[in-house]
């Protein structure tokens, strides 16, 4: 009689093991699923700034080969108020880092 009662505890707290690790497993799959669509949204965001800017840009310039480079490669938080400043490396280029400068020339020479 002892031993059916063991193996009756032995297999209900599996049991419960099961469960509560099936559980977790769920919840985490649930919150790995809610970031996958946090991260997608961020990234759509990104990809709408980007689009606005190069129009920005072309409405500014038309340049569409320079817009869509520096689009392509100046991080996103990079702004101009002056895109035929940035184009003709003026005033406002000045003022850009070190690294943004070298986007910034690359693309231009690119786009000549």
Request: charged residues 20%; neutral net charge; hydrophobic residues 40%.
């Given at each position: ?26 919840q985490q799959s649930f ?82």
């Amino acid at each position: 009689m002892t031993t059916k009662i063991f193996t009756w505890v032995v297999g209900t707290l599996i049991s419960a093991v099961v469960i509560v690790s099936t559980n977790a497993l769920s919840q985490q799959s649930f919150q790995d699923l809610e970031s996958a669509g946090q991260f997608q949204q961020a990234l759509a965001a990104v990809d709408a700034i980007k689009h606005r800017k190069k129009l920005q840009c072309v409405l500014s310039i038309a340049n569409g080969a320079l817009c869509e480079c520096l689009s392509r490669k100046l991080p996103v938080d990079t702004y101009f108020r002056s895109y035929d400043s940035i184009a003709n490396q003026e005033r406002e280029y000045a003022q850009l880092s070190a690294a943004d400068k070298i986007v910034v020339d690359q693309c231009v020479g690119e786009s000549r």
